[in-house]
């Protein structure tokens, strides 16, 4: 990071000495903030007008007199992806060409805001119709306001991509995004007593609909989510039916069935035919045909945990209980692939998973990090070797993935963005990785963070800008399988690497202990395994690498 921080810094510096400087930049945060909060169109094509809206807030004590809003946008293209992120960072300056001021002499009392909005005429646009000059420009609104303590600036930040056309080979872009349970979700199903997927089901659904366009967009999902509430109520229902015999009357057809309102739906149909909305394994269904899955462990179970204290009967079992309901749901899998859950895997969790069949790792690239840097981003393929076996490693891009899950680097660090700013600084990134090597079209993979949380309908929005961008083609994850590793020299993956949160090997030697005298217990009824089928499961949620976020 630091080379590429090095390299932005002397881009910058040839900038401000050689190129045009009609304006400069300057953040100087003090009281007053900016928000910009829509770029339309998200790509320019000529003829095209640009809009910038923002909201200015006085966060100060001190009444602001007077505000001055100005736009401004780069005139040439960064030359480096370190350049491009430095834009976004307010601390460093950059030479910009002014295209609007507003000036308000209206008084802004603290904690006010208002609003702003330029619309540019494409004929007043910095930009030339050439094809060479496509990609990114950097968008900065900077304010000042008059105040009785002082002279108050702030600025805001983001991209818009220049495309008048080009003969660039698009780059190839494989998405995937997580339906993971939760922490809290967990907690509160355990503590509830209900399903987890009653409990993950708005927030997974939201990210499973944000997809719907696009099939190529492949899901990681946990098995958990697709078992139907039922299912996971069998140990209440079979032990209730060992206590009572049914209430007289109760299985007659007459009381019990005009109290059901499942029986009785009111459209003349039999309710027990309708899919059941409550049931996510049955929604999800159809947003799944034509889609490919990384298919997780049932509950997720800590992959590196479950090594490092060599309990892999664990993980065993979530992967045949996994594997037995994806078939039960009738889904199917990308064969062999897996997503291990630690930040940089290590190489006993990869051969781990490569004993039990694994071909292929998902992992993030600074898992396996060059050890040249090079001027350019490569495929998203490496390779681990694990002793007597390799393994294919699909590489997320780090800075993709960070711009997928809705958050942008500022400086040397990666912190939340608005959803504007992530999906502005995924459609710039995509452009900067097409432009480095126009000639050569490569495959790269991000991936959103397994705790993703955030807006269902802003990631939605960013997969449809991207899927629009034409220097940018969706594809599935199978089609980066297919390319061969590129064979660029990559430093290997340490031997063992614990993780922050990872689960220790007492609290698994406890569910280990908690399944034995569970299989105990349940030998006191006629069919143990109605009882304990269900229970042994709960117990795997206590192994989840959901927990690693909160111990």
């Known amino acids: 990071m630091r080379a590429r921080r090095a390299a932005g810094i002397l881009a910058l510096l040839t900038t401000l000495a050689f190129g045009p400087t009609p304006h400069a930049w300057a953040a100087d945060s003090s009281g ?25 807030t006085n966060a100060s004590t001190a009444t602001i007199t007077a505000t001055s809003v100005t736009l401004g946008m780069q005139r040439s293209a960064p030359s480096t992806r370190s350049a491009l992120d430095l834009w976004l960072d307010t601390d ?42 496509w ?21 805001g930040r983001t991209h818009v991509v220049w495309y008048p056309g080009s003969g660039a080979a698009p780059t190839v872009v494989s998405l995937l995004v997580p339906l993971v349970p939760s922490s809290a979700e967990l907690a509160a199903a355990a503590l509830e007593g209900g399903a987890v997927a009653e409990q993950s089901h708005d927030r997974v659904l939201g990210v499973a609909q944000a997809t719907a366009d696009h099939p190529a967009v492949g899901w990681a999902l946990d098995p958990l989510l697709v ?25 007659d057809g007459e009381a019990g069935d005009a109290e059901d309102p499942a029986r009785d739906t009111g459209d003349g149909t039999d309710g027990a035919s309708q899919p059941d909305v409550t049931d996510l394994g049955q929604v999800l269904a159809p947003l799944a045909q034509g889609r490919e899955i990384v298919a997780l462990t049932y509950a997720d179970v800590d992959d590196g945990a479950t090594v490092h204290a060599d309990r892999l009967d664990l993980l065993d079992a979530a992967g045949e209980i996994g594997r037995e309901t994806f078939g039960a749901a ?35 690239d ?34 993709l993935s960070v711009a997928l899950g809705g958050a942008r680097p500022a400086g040397d660090e990666r912190v939340e963005a608005d959803d504007l700013g992530a999906r502005q600084h995924l459609l710039a990134l995509t452009a900067m990785i097409t432009r480095e090597r126009p000639s050569d079209g490569r495959h790269v993979l991000a991936v959103a963070r397994r705790t993703f949380d955030g807006d269902a309908a802003a990631l939605r ?30 430093v290997a993956p340490r031997a063992v690497v614990r993780e922050d949160g ?50």
Do not use: K, M, N, Y
């Not at 039990?356 to 993030?364: F, H, T, V, W």
């Not at 960013?462 to 629009?468: C, D, E, V």
């Not at 089928?533 to 989840?544: D, I, N, Y």
């Open 32 to 56: 007053l903030t900016v928000d910009l909060t829509a770029v339309s169109p998200a790509f320019l094509t000529p003829g095209e007008a640009l809009t910038v809206s923002g909201r200015v």
């Open 330 to 364: 009738g889904l199917t899998s990308l064969p062999g692939v897996v997503w291990p859950a630690a930040q940089a895997p290590d190489l006993d969790t990869a051969r781990a998973h490569a004993e039990r069949g694994a071909s292929s790792l998902i992992l993030p």
């Open 227 to 251: 078992v139907g509430s039922d299912a996971e109520e069998t140990p209440t229902s079979s032990t209730d039916a060992l206590a009572s015999p049914p209430a007289e009357g109760a299985g």
């Open 461 to 490: 929005e960013r997969i449809s800008a991207l899927a629009a961008a034409p220097w940018a083609r969706l594809a599935p994850l199978s089609d980066l399988l297919e390319r061969p590793d590129p064979g660029f020299d990559r």
């Open 135 to 155: 990609g990114p420009r950097g968008l900065a609104v900077d304010v000042v306001g008059t105040s009785t303590v002082g002279t108050l600036r702030a600025s």
């Open 366 to 399: 600074p898992a396996l990090p060059l050890r040249q840097e090079l001027t350019f981003t490569p495929t998203g393929r490496g390779t681990v070797t694990t002793g007597g076996a390799s393994v294919s490693a699909l590489l997320a891009e780090e800075a």
């Open 92 to 133: 460093v300056s950059f030479a910009t060409v002014r295209l609007d001021r507003r000036d308000d002499a209206a008084d802004l009392e603290p904690d006010a805001s208002r609003s702003f909005t330029f619309t540019i005429d494409p004929a007043d646009l910095p930009l030339s119709p050439s094809s060479s000059s």
């Open 502 to 551: 990872e689960a220790d090997s007492s609290l698994l030697e406890q569910v280990v202990a908690a399944q034995a005298s569970l299989e105990a217990f349940a030998t006191i009824v006629a069919e143990p395994e109605l009882l304990a089928r269900e229970e042994r499961r709960r117990l795997l949620q206590v192994a989840s690498a959901a927990w690693r976020v909160d111990p």
